[in-house]
């Protein structure tokens, strides 16, 4: 499981905008957590991977809606750590959609897209990502 800490430290986003996020329901936490420190949501590593990729494309030029966001998160949620090497080897890296529920990758491309394989190496050698 990976904490709102872990999350904000390696994308830079705001607890609050996690928090308003969660509040929302735009995503959802699988521990809720509680007051007090050391209580803190926790999340499935592919959901923080969804996060991550939410949260650059809400720091990019397109920018992302909260609902996007919320899709984003879910997309990421219904596939494997595995299904992603899998794709990074195939050479697609970089999100593109979401398309039947899972999040479609490309290859690298000439305008500005997500690259997913980076997001998740960052995760994966912080040991947080099976």
């Not at 990976?2 to 995503?27: F, K, R």
């Not at 794709?87 to 305008?111: C, E, S, V």
């Not at 897209?113 to 947080?128: D, R």
Request: aromatic share 8%; proline share 5%.
């Amino acid at each position: 499981m990976i904490t709102t800490n872990d999350i904000c430290e390696m994308t830079g986003v705001a607890p609050s905008t996690l928090t308003e996020w969660v509040t929302a329901g735009v995503i959802t936490p699988v521990v809720a957590g509680g007051p007090g420190r050391g209580n803190s949501r926790r999340f499935t590593s592919m959901s923080a991977v969804g996060i991550a990729v939410a949260v650059a494309l809400a720091k990019s030029e397109r920018g992302c809606a909260p609902a996007y966001v919320g899709a984003v998160v879910e997309a990421f949620a219904a596939v494997t750590g595995a299904w992603l090497r899998e794709k990074f080897a195939k050479g697609d890296t970089h999100f593109f959609a979401i398309h039947q529920g899972k999040p479609l990758l490309t290859d690298p491309r000439p305008y500005e897209l997500v690259n997913v394989e980076a997001i998740y190496e960052q995760f994966h050698a912080k040991a947080v990502v099976a």
